[in-house]
């Protein structure tokens, strides 16, 4: 697999859910990502996050903000933080006045697609990455995973936030808009798109891989 990015490996762990991960796993990719998340949190004494669908929907916006281009990632660009409010949040339908700062992020994209187990550990890809998994300012988590038009490439988000339980990235009516193509964790849904995602990985012959990890705090 040809990488943009150099990987590190670490005997990271990828355990089935419980309770305490505060995270309902369904047939959806990104719930299995923030479980896994999850996992590593409590086996590294780090407390586990909440996961909230507003966020995470979120997730899959930022995502869509790339527009299908890997080698964005690879040069760690991001969407302007005007776009939390103006376009992720309504497109969400996320309320605007609730949403909290961004504390850390994980972004990844390759051609074909993996499982989750897999993506977490290709989304640490530094020490970055590990401070960013076990900071113990998160409060929040949101995943997202999406294809481009039905194929790769694959893009995975994570997001954390330091944001209040029931009181920030609150969707309008208690639930976050479903957009496909794509899947966002905490939502209860059993999202096709995971499926379509899968069948689609054989069709790849190699990978091209990029990753970033940044820690930094929106302006929103």
Request: charged share 15%; glycine share 10%; net charge negative.
């Amino acid at each position: 697999m040809a990488m943009v990015l150099w990987l590190l490996f670490s005997p990271f762990l990828f355990l089935s859910v419980s309770a305490n991960t505060q995270t309902k796993v369904t047939d959806n990719p990104a719930d299995e990502l923030v479980a896994a998340i999850n996992a590593n949190r409590t086996a590294h004494k780090s407390s586990a996050l909440t996961d909230n669908p507003g966020l995470a929907c979120i997730a899959l916006q930022y995502i869509k903000a790339y527009q299908g281009d890997c080698k964005a990632v690879g040069e760690a660009k991001k969407p302007a933080d005007s776009e939390f409010a103006e376009t992720f949040a309504p497109n969400c339908g996320v309320e605007a006045s609730t949403l909290s700062p961004i504390t850390g992020r994980l972004l990844g994209c390759q051609s074909k697609y993996v499982e989750p187990s897999e993506a977490f550990s290709m989304l640490m890809t530094n020490e970055k990455s590990l401070e960013i998994l076990y900071n113990k300012n998160h409060t929040e988590v949101g995943a997202g995973v999406t294809g481009s038009d039905g194929g790769g490439p694959y893009f995975w988000c994570v997001l954390f936030s330091n944001g209040k339980l029931n009181s920030s990235f609150v969707a309008q009516g208690g639930v976050a808009k479903i957009s496909r193509p794509g899947c966002f964790s905490g939502a209860n849904d059993e999202c096709s798109g995971a499926n379509d995602l899968s069948r689609l990985h054989h069709m790849w012959l190699y990978a091209v891989t990029a990753f970033v990890a940044a820690g930094y705090a929106f302006g929103i």
